[in-house]
């Protein structure tokens, strides 16, 4: 790494946005589409290229794609502050994104010649002469970052310019055109430098979507004989119920009378179909752990993102449905994580 010559080198501390519920407006912001995919801090010193992810681990070994494609720029060196994600079918896979993080080159190198990624860049923090940019306000970052892209990647297909706009009409239009394949709408000011590990001057706002699910199970709460967590399930077109997440968002004062509901409900198999428990690379011994349910319980979640047949992260209860026949849970009701990417990137 001795030939990076950069004022700044990995491990850095991105700057990160705070979570709102709504977005700010006024001239002094800049909107940017919050892409679903990996942040990424790249670096490049000649013929050294270092790709750091959000968490400050290096990413360089699961995107060689990526890293051949920057030293092949004619930009001797810079750093540039991006989102990496996976076209697929005109939109993006975060699951195809998670494949690369494989132990095995050779299974890394087969994934990324089937589906390359693309680096949709949104900062400059160093130049192409190799001078900082973090104290220059974000106006003038982004004023270098797109002359940047113009004379140094303009025919690269696979090095992107993020759209940004002082319109916040645009920014929500993005969210309507372009469906699943943003993860929101963040917001920075225009006149702040890049404050590395901090959050001042730059929010996210996340898109909340919400489903109707079945509860095929339910978890007790670790160490106790309450109920932790409901098990969530969408009937597929082969008529099957299948296991897509979990909520856990029950109030404490709530948790010994649903207990004692659900435990009356209790039945085999639960879920028809795809069960809890089944591979993963997330798996631990509790996940085989759980109560089968009749699947007569319905409930409203809130969620971000649906991908690989299931909710990414865990879902925000809303309320029960009654008013609502379980076989009416169907995926179709999802949005999925495929949008139409070029959209907002214009081609």
Request: glycine share 10%; with cysteine; hydrophobic share 40%.
């Amino acid at each position: 790494m001795k030939d990076l010559a950069l004022p700044i080198k990995p491990p850095y501390p991105v700057m990160d946005a705070e979570p709102v519920r709504e977005l700010p407006r006024g001239p002094e912001w800049q909107y940017e589409p919050k892409w679903d995919g990996f942040r990424c801090l790249a670096f490049r010193g000649g013929e050294t290229v270092e790709l750091q992810s959000k968490s400050g681990k290096p990413l360089a070994r699961y995107f060689p794609d990526v890293v051949e494609m920057l030293k092949s720029l004619r930009a001797p060196r810079f750093v540039i502050d991006s989102e990496l994600v996976i076209p697929v079918d005109g939109g993006t896979s975060f699951e195809e994104l998670q494949l690369r993080l494989h132990p095995a080159a050779s299974r890394v190198r087969k994934l990324a010649a089937a589906h390359p990624a693309v680096m949709v860049a949104f900062d400059l923090l160093a130049d192409e002469k190799g001078r900082s940019l973090l104290a220059a306000p974000l106006k003038d970052r982004r004023k270098a970052l797109e002359l940047f892209h113009a004379h140094f990647a303009k025919d690269v297909d696979r090095l992107r310019l993020s759209p940004a706009t002082t319109s916040l009409k645009k920014a929500q239009g993005w969210l309507r055109r372009a469906g699943a394949t943003l993860d929101g709408i963040v917001a920075k000011r225009l006149g702040f430098g890049y404050r590395s590990g901090d959050r001042t001057g730059m929010v996210k706002y996340k898109v909340i979507r919400t489903a109707d699910c079945v509860v095929g199970g339910f978890r007790y709460l670790e160490g106790t004989k309450v109920v932790g967590s409901l098990l969530l399930g969408l009937y597929g077109e082969d008529g099957l119920l299948h296991h897509v997440g979990f909520t856990s968002a029950i109030k404490d004062e709530e948790r010994k009378a649903l207990t004692a509901r659900l435990e009356r409900l209790r039945r085999a198999p639960g879920f028809t179909g795809r069960a809890p428990g089944g591979p993963s690379r997330w798996s631990t011994e509790r996940t085989g752990e759980w109560e089968p349910l009749k699947p007569v319980l319905v409930v409203e979640v809130a969620y971000d993102q649906f991908t690989g047949g299931r909710f990414r992260h865990g879902t925000r209860f809303l309320r029960w449905r009654p008013d609502k026949a379980p076989a009416q849970c169907t995926f179709d009701q999802l949005e999925k994580g495929i949008g139409n990417l070029n959209t907002v990137l214009g081609r």
